[in-house]
């Protein structure tokens, strides 16, 4: 599992449906559902 931060909750939620992505940049990232707002939240890193 992942945690991500929630802009909308403005906390630490736990990421629902993770998914590794990889960003413009090349980086990686992890996007997934927020499990209170259920809207995206997003992580940097793999
Ligand atoms: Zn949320």
């Not at 403005?10 to 997934?32: L, R, S, W, Y």
């Not at 209170?36 to 940097?44: A, D, E, Q, R």
């Amino acid at each position: 599992m992942a945690e991500a931060y929630c802009v909308k909750d403005k906390q630490k939620v736990e990421v629902v449906n993770p998914e590794k992505i990889t960003m413009k940049n090349g980086k990686p990232a992890i996007q997934g559902t927020c499990p209170m707002c259920h809207g995206k939240v997003f992580k940097i890193g793999g």
